[in-house]
């Protein structure tokens, strides 16, 4: 097989989602001939459309902490930049502590958080409940504030990064899932669909939840399965609160739950599972609502009237650690994996989209490296996340 054979492309990107699309957009304006090609109909159908949109660099680890900070700078100016509007809306973060085991985990991350910068700090009851009015003040202890974090529209971005990629000349093919990888000489030769056999130096895995199925066509097992997350959102009503409100006391049926206003009024809820709840289904159940409404209006009892629109089901691609995979495979030379971004996908996007841009092309600068040891492959997946 010779490169002519077929039309050939510097880098197919596999999945157009919440990571694909911004790495489409910034390898396309660094110059590279890109290929994007997507299972579904447009841009941003995957996991992508079920995130409820949270932005947060307020993590504890650090190569998490520096790409979610580069991707608040992308989504807090893209509007100014390119003229698109994202709904951005810096709200802040609020993690709420009602009883001493939160306070003390919270308040022992809060020393690593800022002791890497982040703009962070521990707000007394009295404060917190004037930042959040309506949170039941029985037994509130306080909570951490981050004012910097915010939220915005997943589909909204998804769009504005393939509109602006397709501008600088990348190519997206929807409605084509990639059936299989052609490894020739010992290295990625090329894709092929139905439709078409494309030709490629360089392929990023970027299939989400599907990352596993993928990685196979090219010979490798890749850690990432989906696991199902609902979530929902009511009718809008006057704003009366601004940061997205995380609660971390473990439930029957729950690790936790976190919920925002949206710019347009409606609250926009979600809720971690437990135990996970494995596998592809996503047909939304009767136990999600009964389950969190009554944490909801436990943690703040005005929202009991509030009338619920809709709920849906989507997958997290989880991984054993619950951080994401990201690095070239070792086994097959030229596939780069960009996977397992378990809950925080969305946030994670622009800044990851930016890096792997310099990945592929071989122009990673020194701090890079922090990034590729903490995410490698080849890690040993034992850790875990303290806020993940
Ligand atoms: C209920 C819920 C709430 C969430 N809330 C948040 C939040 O507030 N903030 C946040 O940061 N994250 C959130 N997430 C997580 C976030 O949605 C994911 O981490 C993120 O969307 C994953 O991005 P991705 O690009 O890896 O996958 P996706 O966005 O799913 O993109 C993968 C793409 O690959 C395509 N694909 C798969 N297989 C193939 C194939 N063989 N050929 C071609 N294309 C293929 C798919 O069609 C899809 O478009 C939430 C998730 C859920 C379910």
Partial sequence: MTKTAFPHYDVIIIGAGSIGAPTAFYLAQSGQKVLVLDAAASAGQGSNKHAIGGIRATHSDPAKIRLCLRSIDIFSTWKE?????????????????????EEKILKDLLAIQKSLGLNIDWLASDDMLEIVPGLNPTNLLGGTFSPDDGNASPLLTAHAFYKRAVQHGAIFHFNEP??????QGGRIAAVQTAQATYGT???INAAGAYA????RLAGMEIPVKPDSH?????EPVERFFHPMVVDI???????????????????????????????????????FLPLIAKRMVDLMPRLRNLRVRRTWRGLYPMTPDGSPIVGWSKEVPGLLLAVGMCGQGYMLGPGLGEFLSRVAIGSV??????ILDTFSPYRAFTGQEKLK
């Avoid at 609902?230 to 009511?234: D, K, L, M, T």
């Fill in 81 to 101: 930049r390119y003229g698109d509007d994202l709904e951005w809306h810096k709200g802040g973060y609020t993690f709420v502590a009602y009883r001493e085991r």
């Fill in 201 to 203: 130096d360089v392929v």
């Fill in 230 to 234: 609902e979530s929902a959102i009511s």
């Fill in 212 to 215: 596993n199925q993928v990685g």
């Fill in 249 to 287: 006391r473990p439930a029957p049926g729950s690790t936790n739950y976190y919920f925002y206003q949206h710019l347009t009024g409606q609250i926009m809820f979600c809720i971690t599972p437990s135990p996970n709840i494995w596998g592809y289904d996503t047909r939304e159940t009767s136990e």
């Fill in 365 to 370: 600068l020194e701090e890079d490296s922090l």
């Fill in 178 to 183: 990639v059936t299989n990888i052609i490894i």
